[in-house]
């Protein structure tokens, strides 16, 4: 079983900044892909950042510049620096991972996080 722990939500002022920490732990293939979506409410959850175990990113195009992806395969940790937060970032943020072993494919979610910009 594997699972993943978010830390690092809050509330912020638009223009401010926030990491988000999510650590996973258990049975977890070495070669992976760490992510995170979010959800805000009456909305679909969406992508927001991916990085694989190599450290190839992929990201929103809302949050291209402004977001940044990180992670640290040591730790089984990703990080997703935001900065310049609008009030549109508001949303619970899920990390998730995601790895192919012999049985299939594999996809794990955190509890969530929530983030909220405002003033």
């Known amino acids: 079983q594997v699972q993943l722990v978010e830390s690092g939500g809050g509330l912020v002022q638009p223009g401010g900044s926030l990491r988000l920490s999510c650590v996973a732990s258990g049975s977890i293939l070495s070669s992976n892909v760490m992510g995170w979506y979010r959800q805000a409410p009456g909305k679909q959850r969406e992508l927001v950042a991916t990085?694989?175990?190599?450290?190839?990113?992929n990201s929103a195009d809302s949050v291209k510049g402004r977001f940044a992806i990180s992670r640290d395969n040591a730790k089984n940790t990703v990080y997703l620096q935001m900065n310049s937060l609008k009030p549109e970032d508001t949303a619970v943020y899920y990390c998730?991972?995601?790895?192919?072993?012999?049985?299939?494919?594999?996809?794990?979610w955190g509890q969530g996080t929530q983030v909220t910009v405002s003033s």
């Open positions: 998730n991972i995601w790895y192919r072993d012999l049985l299939g494919e594999r996809t794990y």
């Open positions: 990085i694989t175990t190599y450290g190839r990113t």
